[in-house]
């Protein structure tokens, strides 16, 4: 059973820092890009970074330079280290298959105030 859980969200001020954590079960992560999404409060959710089988990694506009994507293949684990955080990324975030997305977890609430 393909499982994913999300970890590492909290209350941080604006520009403050977090490192999100996810580890998958049920599959071998390290043969699919992996993808950190995100939902606000009333919108829909959004992919925000992923990183592919071979280390390249692509960037919503409004996230990058200041997020970055990482894997640990043999920990099955997605990490996403968040910087100069603004209350606009403030949400869920999620982390599943770029493509042929799986069930998603619970995922992890980050709240960013200004």
């Known amino acids: 059973q393909v499982q994913f859980v999300e970890s590492g969200g909290g209350l941080v001020q604006l520009g403050g820092s977090l490192r999100l954590s996810c580890t998958a079960s049920?599959?071998?992560?390290?043969?699919?890009?992996m993808a950190w999404y995100r939902q606000a409060p009333g919108q829909q959710r959004e992919w925000v970074a992923f990183?592919?089988?071979?280390?390249?990694?692509q960037y919503i506009d409004s996230v990058r330079g200041r997020f970055t994507v990482s894997r640990d293949n043999a920990k099955n684990t997605v990490f996403l280290q968040m910087n100069s955080l603004k209350p606009e990324d403030t949400a869920v975030y999620y982390c599943?298959?770029?493509?042929?997305?799986?069930?998603w977890g619970q995922g992890t609430q980050v709240t960013v105030s200004a």
């Open positions: 990183r592919d089988t071979v280390g390249n990694s």
């Open positions: 049920g599959f071998t992560s390290s043969a699919y890009t």
């Open positions: 599943n298959r770029f493509h042929s997305q799986m069930a």
